[in-house]
């Protein structure tokens, strides 16, 4: 089990730049895939991105395709979601989520099994 704290989020105007930390507890994270979602007030939960254990693949929702970046840092037990022109749309709490890297199945939430508290990102118009 990894424990998992979400900071980074905020309000800023459409266009601005937001990023994303997530901070993983336990000596294991590296053996860990990692997977950043969403949920707007009224809307389910989507999937916006996800990176390998090793950080060799990344995965995008086409929403947030070319905008957003997932990184990770394993010595820091951390991985970030680095937001960039962003829209009114892009309003929602955002979560972490971790699993152990089966090396698939990286964009549903059931199959993540630890998730943080959540994030708020409030995009104006």
């Known amino acids: 089990q990894v424990q998992l704290v979400e900071s980074g989020g905020g309000l800023v105007q459409a266009g601005g730049s937001l990023r994303l930390s997530c901070a993983a507890s336990?000596?294991?994270?590296?053996?860990?895939?990692m997977g950043w979602f969403r949920q707007a007030p009224g809307k389910e939960r989507e999937f916006v991105a996800a990176i390998t254990w090793s950080g060799g693949r990344t995965f995008y929702a086409d929403s947030v395709k070319g905008r957003f970046t997932i990184s990770r840092d394993n010595a820091k037990n951390t991985v970030y979601l680095q937001m960039n022109s962003l829209k009114p749309e892009d309003t929602a709490d955002y979560y972490c989520?971790?699993?152990?890297?089966?090396?698939?199945?990286?964009?549903?939430?059931?199959?993540?099994?630890?998730w943080g508290q959540g994030t708020q990102v409030t995009v104006s118009s």
């Open positions: 989520a971790a699993r152990l890297d089966s090396g698939r199945n990286y964009l549903s939430g059931v199959n993540y099994d630890d």
């Open positions: 336990g000596r294991t994270f590296s053996q860990y895939a």
